[in-house]
């Protein structure tokens, strides 16, 4: 997956272009500026910076990270006149970090497999102090605007086939669970457990307990 994004980092954004996305973009961008107002963000799995670049004004502070250290540096370029620190932090294996009071991660828990959607929830709480927000926002899967599903597996995994515009294709793990999915695995590890949906975007957010 990480050769994937890094490969189509000068296109990704095209994706929030999609004319029948921008309300449910504009919605879903005021709910999440207003969960991360005032608050210390750690944001993984950043990409090009598109959401960064949109909590930044918010934020008490702003830590853009992902696992591929080009996406984070981008990340971090493209906020011009924002004070936004970046790095390169594995989403599964988040060092602790007492600074943040918050954790956003947007469009990456579709690319967590199943099987592993609790030890990285686990992860995330376990690296913040108690009483510090998780935000989760991702897709929707929408017929005739999201990417088809290519194929199943077993576990339950749902993957799609995505080309760029070199004419490379990959096969990519992309999974659409539903909102009440992610706000009850949430629930095993956040009180306050609040969800939000529109016709293409879903956002979870909790405190954590302990
Ligand atoms: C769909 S993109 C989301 C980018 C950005 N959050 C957005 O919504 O525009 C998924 C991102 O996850 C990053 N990524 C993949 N595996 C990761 C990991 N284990 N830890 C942190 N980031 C990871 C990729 O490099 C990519 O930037």
Redesign the pocket.
């Known amino acids: 997956?990480?050769e994937y994004?890094e490969k189509r980092r000068s296109e990704y954004e095209a994706i929030y272009n999609k004319p029948e996305r921008q309300g449910c973009l504009a919605q879903l961008e005021q709910k999440l500026c207003s969960l991360v107002a005032g608050k210390h963000v750690l944001e993984?799995?950043?990409?090009?910076g598109?959401?960064t670049r949109r909590m930044a004004t918010f934020t008490a502070s702003l830590y853009a990270s992902?696992?591929?250290e080009n996406?984070a540096v981008a990340a971090r370029e493209s906020c011009e006149d924002v004070d936004v620190q970046a790095g390169v932090?594995?989403?599964?294996s988040i060092p602790r970090s007492p600074e943040f009071n918050c954790l956003v991660a947007?469009?990456?828990f579709s690319?967590v497999l199943v099987q592993e959607r609790s030890r990285f929830l686990a992860g995330v709480s376990a690296a913040l102090c108690p009483s510090s927000r998780i935000v989760l926002f991702d897709n929707r899967f929408v017929p005739g605007s999201s990417t088809p599903i290519s194929r199943k597996a077993e576990s339950g995994d749902t993957y799609q086939n995505r080309s760029l515009v070199d004419g490379s294709s990959f096969e990519v793990l992309k999974n659409f669970p539903s909102t009440d999915q992610v706000a009850s695995l949430l629930g095993e590890l956040c009180r306050h457990v609040s969800t939000y949906e529109n016709e293409y975007f879903w956002l979870v957010s909790g405190e954590t307990l302990r």
């Open positions: 997956m990480l994004y993984v799995a950043c990409g090009t598109y959401w992902d696992a591929s996406l932090v594995d989403a599964f947007g469009f990456f690319h």
